[in-house]
Structures are given as C-alpha cells and as structure tokens.
C-alpha cells in the first residue's frame, strides 16, 4: 500500500508560482508512473500532468503547457510540480496520485494511490 501526502499548496497572486510536493511511502516511487490531478468547485477531476517511472517522459493538459512542470526524484521518493504564471482558474485542490502502469495516462480511475490533495488559490 502507497501512501502519498501533498504539499505546498497555498494562496497566491494571479501571476506568481508555487512548487507542489509529493512524498510516497509505503512502496517504491520508481515503480509507479506519477500524476498531478486537480478539482475545483462544481467541477470533475482533471488531469494537470504525469510523469514515467525514470522521469524520461512527461505529460501535460494543454491548459498548462509550458507553465508547469512536472518532475520527480526517486531517490527521495516525491514527485513535484512547478506551477508558474498562476492563473485565477488554476485554483483548485490539487491532487497526487500513482498508478502501477506504463506510458501515457490522464484518466483518474486508472490511477491506483491517491493523497488527500493540498489547496491551490490564485487571488489578488
């Protein structure tokens, strides 16, 4: 069983950045491919971006290409997301999930970890 806690999640003004942090336990992070997910209010989960197991391949929606980045460290067994350029519709809970899979996935339920998300507002 994987444990997963997000972190760094906070308020933020349009325009600003903040840095997510994914910490598993429980299991071996390099085993699983890595995924950010958010929800905000009156709205489904939606894919943000993952990354494979070795970190050679990321994936992102196109609402924030080339404003966030996705990475992970296996050896400290987290996955991060840098989130730049905050927009207000990038406020959202924003989950980390894992998934025992290969290759492109952007579909929550074949995800198999979930963390209990942390709170993203961009306000002025």
């Known amino acids: 069983q994987v444990q997963l806690v997000e972190s760094g999640g906070g308020l933020v003004q349009p325009g600003g950045s903040l840095r997510l942090s994914c910490a598993a336990s429980g299991g071996t992070a390099s085993n699983y491919i890595m995924g950010w997910f958010r929800q905000a209010p009156g709205k489904e989960r939606e894919f943000v971006a993952s990354?494979?197991?070795?970190?050679?391949?990321?994936y992102y929606a196109d609402s924030v290409k080339c404003r966030f980045t996705i990475s992970r460290d296996n050896s400290k067994n987290t996955v991060y997301l840098q989130m730049n350029s905050l927009k207000p519709e990038d406020t959202a809970i924003y989950y980390c999930?894992?998934?025992?899979?290969?290759?492109?996935?952007?579909?929550?339920?074949?995800?198999?970890?979930w963390g209990q998300g942390t709170q993203v507002t961009v306000s002025s």
């Open positions: 999930a894992a998934a025992i899979r290969s290759g492109k996935i952007t579909t929550s339920s074949l995800y198999d970890y």
């Open positions: 990354i494979t197991w070795n970190g050679v391949r990321t």
